[in-house]
């Protein structure tokens, strides 16, 4: 058979990204704050957008025209492309321009004698610059740090400028703990001078507060801080400066056996070095704490959960009056203007829908989460089912993609607190009785059982496998091991406790 070549017309159809698609997806994996940055970012950006009052947001009609054929980029399946890109309906808009009535009776107000009468709106629109009202900047205090606070101490310590300068050094090699990250040797060729004058700066950082700053290791730390608090007790600075090995193990026998005395008394000796500080820097060091500001609300009122969004400090968006105008006149414009905000206008139209559709998929998620998990609402984790993304995919009839791109770095606050939408999701732990349990309420058993321990006689990995078991949950001793882990539990000879 002779091989030749041939032209053939073939119709196909074919998945690809567009960017309107990829703005629809990447609106579904941000949490509020980020969704916040982004509305204002686009409405610095595009033209047309405006920020309008509930209900001043394009009509249904026109945010369908505003839709492209929906496309997919690789790794999308067709059926979350039409979820995505599926319209809404969406309320009424208001009139483009605002009411004149309204605008007169703003107009009339004097603005300056009301900010001269209420101060405390901390507004500085005051003419001339005889205010006495201080700015929002000058009410600031910026966050104490570690080395600041050791850079303060220096120059009340009567260092000469030598040994400033040599300081200046030493606390730039301090770390967030409290530590000193430098030998005295490279200190020295760093601020180019001799050891001895490093040493004797060192010594007088030492005495700084937090007490046990400088020190190189946490031997040599405690052994600060026992100083600072007078502790001479001869066992006590035995086991600190010959045995802190056996006591990071909890080795109380072992201590017993070489310094000779009763178990006893290492116990005691051991509650009063674990009243030391092992991370001194740890007070002023650190990142500043983060703040979660939960996505979903979910309500009881009555004998039903309800679910609302938070959408407080999100921008309402409309499509600016005068640029529909624009669009709507037949003459007077030029063709590459009006074509410019036609596509600004879709743009804009095609935001304010993903917005909508992303809102309307977190409720229906939440929704769907919550008539799985109403035990929980109502009890608490203890009874936190085993749930996975094609449950709530299947109830709510979207794939499994979208409902991942959902819950990632979502929060809600519910009756029993503030979760991730991920925490809802986890597998299952069997029973000898042939249902699941969730592994969140295995996790919370494990914790309420070393909870309830006998601290002098703590239990083992295996013994709690075997509790677990009469509780009809069929886990192994690797499996309470991994679980004790995650939950950032000692094991049964570390949370030893005698006397």
Known sequence: MAIELKQQTKLTQQLVMTPQLQQAIKLLELNRLELQRLVQQELQENPVLEEG?????????????????????????????????????????????????????????????????????????????????????????????????????????????????????????????????????????????????????????????????????????????????????????????????????????????????????????????????????????????????????????????????????????RISGMYREVLGRRSGVENDTKAYVHEKVRSAIWLIKSIHQRQRTIYRVMEAITKHQRKFFESGVQYLKPLNLRDVADDIGMHESTVSRVTSNKYVHTPQGIFELKYFFNSGVSRFSGDLVSSESVKQKIKMIIASEDPRRPLSDQRIAEMLKRSDIDIARRTVTKYREAMNLLSSTKRRQIG
Request: glycine share 6%.
């Open 53 to 317: 009052l509930d209900g001043e947001e394009p009509t249904a009609a026109e945010l369908s025209d505003a839709t492209p054929e929906p496309e997919a980029p690789d790794g999308t399946s067709p059926e979350e492309v039409a979820e995505i890109a599926e319209p809404v309906s969406d309320p009424e808009p208001a009139s483009g321009t605002e009411d004149a009535s309204t605008s007169d009776k703003f107009d009339d107000i004097d603005w300056q004698n009301y900010l001269d009468s209420n101060p405390h709106t901390g507004m500085e629109m005051r003419s001339g610059d005889d205010s006495d009202h201080p700015s929002l900047e000058a009410t600031l205090t910026p966050r104490q740090t570690l080395k600041g606070h050791l850079e303060w101490q220096t120059h009340l310590s009567g260092m000469d400028e030598e040994e400033q300068q040599v300081a200046e050094w030493v606390i730039g090699n301090i770390d967030d703990d409290g530590y000193l990250c430098a030998s005295d040797e490279d200190l020295a060729r760093q601020a180019n001078v001799d050891e001895e004058t490093v040493a004797r700066v060192i010594e007088k950082i030492q005495t700084f507060d937090p007490t046990g700053v400088g020190a190189r290791d946490l031997r040599e730390c405690l052994l600060l801080q026992m100083a600072a608090r007078e502790i001479v007790d001869p066992l006590i600075v035995a086991i600190v400066d010959l045995h802190l090995d056996l006591l990071r193990r909890r080795d109380l026998r072992g201590l017993a056996r070489v310094t000779d005395v009763s178990v006893e008394v290492v116990a005691a000796a051991a509650k009063v070095i674990g009243t030391l500080e092992p991370w001194p820097g740890r007070e002023l060091g650190g990142d500043d704490p983060i703040y979660i500001t939960p996505d979903i609300y979910v309500h009881k009122i009555g004998d039903d959960f309800h679910v609302m969004l938070n959408e407080d400090g999100l921008p309402k968006l």
